[in-house]
């Protein structure tokens, strides 16, 4: 199987992009090095818009947890900048060279990075929210269950700021690889993932190793009621990310006094044409839960 990147792709270069109708114009700063690992840069996009709102959403860029430049969608984002808000592509160790428990500390230093970079990007260090699809849409909610606070003596300021969210609203996500579409279905790199194991490394080989490497790095293992309120939106005609997977990881959240909101799209597989359209919810949700702002009717 191919990593899903979704269509309508677009690597916008320049600085202050014209707006269509409806649209906003924003700035896009590329290549900001967020960290580094074995020798080679982290890297984020930042994407400011013309009338920034103050507040900042990280999204991994990430598919079948495979990131590249050419992924990044800016417009998909746009109903998030034409709210005003500042949005930060990220870029991870990439599938196949690093398997995904290599990959979720990335992410925690891209939030930690954002935060202590807050004041330099306009936006409130204590509210952050993060979106993303598929694997993105995951490792978001990997931050969600487990972002917290740094390590007060490290050496590096970033790695002393939290990695903690505020709010999530994102696609299609698997959260449970031990209970993959039906109870006891494994996903470990096998069964309907098996198209994808180099992401969970030699880890999947043996079903101990599988049920061991599933609990650490499926989010709904670690729901607590500090959880942060979730937005999810998923296909119910999605056979690679079951609809089951957004399902019973918020009715997890629920039980823990979550708040949480599942949007269904009736007939749609792992992913839709007209996907900007649902982060205008989205963007509604991160009014609510980061800005304060009452629901839109």
Same mark, same amino acid.
């Given at each position: 199987?191919?990593?899903? $990147? ?33 020798? !080679? ?100 909610? !990997? ?14 300021? $970033? ?30 790199? $096998? ?27 499926? @989010? ?8 942060? @309120? ?10 690679? $990310? ?30 839709? @044409?007209? !996907? ?16 304060? !702002?009452?629901?839109?009717?």
């Amino acid at each position: 199987m191919k990593p899903f $990147v979704l269509g309508l792709c677009l690597v916008l270069t320049g600085c202050l992009l014209p707006a269509q109708p409806g649209e906003a114009a924003f700035t896009r700063t590329e290549d900001v090095i967020y960290g580094r690992k074995f020798g !080679m840069a982290l890297t984020l996009d930042v994407f400011q818009p013309a009338e920034p709102n103050g507040f900042g959403i990280a999204m991994p860029v990430s598919g079948a947890w495979f990131s590249s430049r050419e992924a990044i969608n800016p417009e998909l984002i746009l109903p998030l900048l034409d709210r005003g808000y500042t949005v930060f592509a990220v870029l991870h160790g990439s599938n196949p060279k690093f398997v995904i428990p290599q990959i979720v500390p990335d992410i925690h230093r891209a939030v930690r990075f954002i935060r202590h970079n807050a004041a330099k990007y306009g936006v409130n260090a204590s509210k952050l929210g993060m979106t993303g699809v598929s694997s993105g849409c995951h490792l978001a909610l !990997m931050m969600a269950v487990k972002g917290g606070p740094g390590d007060a003596g490290a050496p590096d300021p $970033v790695d002393r700021e939290s990695s903690s969210v505020q709010a999530v609203a994102c696609f299609f996500p698997p959260t449970d690889f031990l209970n993959y579409g039906r109870l006891g279905e494994d996903g470990v790199g $096998v069964g309907r993932l098996v198209d994808l194991k180099s992401a969970f490394g030699a880890r999947s080989d043996t079903p101990q190793d599988r049920q061991e490497l599933g609990r650490e790095i499926s @989010p709904i293992y670690f729901v607590s009621a500090k959880t942060p @309120p979730i937005l999810l939106a998923h296909g119910d005609a999605d056979e690679l $990310v079951p609809l089951s997977q957004s399902e019973q990881f918020l009715e997890r959240c629920k039980q823990s006094g979550v708040e949480t909101r599942l949007l269904v799209r009736e007939g749609k597989a792992h992913g839709w @044409p007209d !996907m900007a359209k649902d982060e205008n919810f989205f963007a509604d949700w991160f009014d609510r839960h980061l800005r304060g !702002m009452a629901a839109r009717p």
